[in-house]
Nanobody, 123 residues
């Protein structure tokens, strides 16, 4: 089992950047695929990005974030990051990190979740 704690959320103007982090406890962090999800008010939670346990492969939801968001991880620090550039008001949401023992593209495999961090983008 792994415990996840997100940080780094906040408020930013449209066009700005923000990097959010997710610190994991446990010695087996490097065995987990890691993903970022988000949930906007009144909407269902949606997948944003994922990274393989080695960090060699990444997967992004769609064109809405591809090219603007970058997921990365540092297994020595048990941390996964989401660098968000060119932020838009529609990126406003609570961002959650999650871990999975399955392939990063298997969205149903994310079993452990953090508490979320709020990202607010103003126009």
């Amino acid at each position: 089992q792994v415990q996840l704690v997100e940080s780094g959320g906040g408020s930013v103007q449209a066009g700005g950047s923000l990097r959010i982090s997710c610190a994991a406890s446990g010695r087996t962090f490097s065995r987990y695929s890691m993903g970022w999800f988000r949930q906007a008010p009144g909407k269902e939670r949606e997948f944003v990005a994922a990274i393989s346990w080695t960090g060699d492969s990444t997967y992004y939801a769609n064109d809405s974030v591809k090219g603007r968001f970058t997921i990365s991880r540092d297994n020595a620090k048990n941390t996964v990051y989401l660098q968000m550039n060119s932020l838009k008001p529609e990126d406003t949401a609570v961002y959650y990190c999650a871990s999975s023992l399955f392939d990063m593209r298997s969205l149903g495999g994310y079993a452990y979740w953090g508490q979320g961090t709020q990202v607010t983008v103003s126009s």
